[in-house]
């Protein structure tokens, strides 16, 4: 009973920060869109940290919150990501239409490496301060938003990666893009077979450079 007790506190507990990660993640693409200019998420009313503006059934609940629960089964570090509802913005609306869109896919990795520097600072410097529970969850929220910020920069569609390639290579992106949207089923399946193998050991590098702890 105390099993599945502390099994079920560690998966709402991860879940949580899985969840808020993402929203920041959302939120950052629409306030970097509204400083260039366009104000469709602020109209929409997703400008908000209220979870009910952007939660997607799948992404934000059924597949993060599977993953988890097989990860503490399983007692393995399972890759765990997941999404919320799009932040919408209308690039024609953007001060700079040329580069516009590229800082606002930006905006959402970004958005979760300032979270993973915030809290592995707090981990590096102030772990003295806090007790045990809190230094795991520092680490937690460190490795969900690595992840997180890993997983989008993949130049995949509909991922920010493939947004930001988009951008810098121009016209040849038509090309790229419809190649890869052709085999997004494969390429989805084998990234969730896969994807780990190469996701962890960049994440496991960037954990390793801000908290000073190898993982």
């Known amino acids: 009973m105390i099993y599945w007790s502390g099994m079920i506190a560690n998966l709402i507990f991860y879940f949580l920060i899985l969840v808020f990660s993402v929203i920041i993640h959302e939120v950052a693409h629409g306030y970097v869109a509204k400083i260039q200019g366009d104000d469709t998420a602020e109209t929409l009313g997703r400008l908000t940290l209220n979870p009910l503006a952007h ?110 390639l988009a951008g810098i ?5 038509t090309t790229i893009e419809r190649f890869l949207s052709t085999n997004s089923l494969l390429i989805f399946a084998l990234f969730l077979m896969f994807g780990s193998y190469f996701i962890m050991p960049i994440v496991s590098f960037l954990y390793g450079l801000l908290t000073g702890v190898k993982v």
């Open 55 to 164: 939660i997607d059934p799948f992404g934000s609940v059924i597949l993060p919150g599977l993953l988890i629960f097989l990860s503490l089964i399983t007692h393995s570090s399972m890759f765990l990501f997941g999404w919320a509802k799009p932040v919408p913005f209308n690039p024609l609306k953007l001060k700079d239409i040329r580069w516009g869109p590229v800082w606002v896919a930006c905006a959402g990795a970004g958005a979760n490496f300032l979270i993973a520097i915030l809290f592995a600072l707090l981990m590096r410097f102030g772990a003295i301060g806090f007790g045990p529970a809190a230094v795991i969850m520092f680490s937690t929220i460190v490795l969900t938003n690595l992840m997180l910020a890993v997983f989008n920069l993949m130049p995949i569609p509909p991922l920010d990666g493939s947004k930001i």
């Open 169 to 173: 290579v121009g016209d040849r992106w």
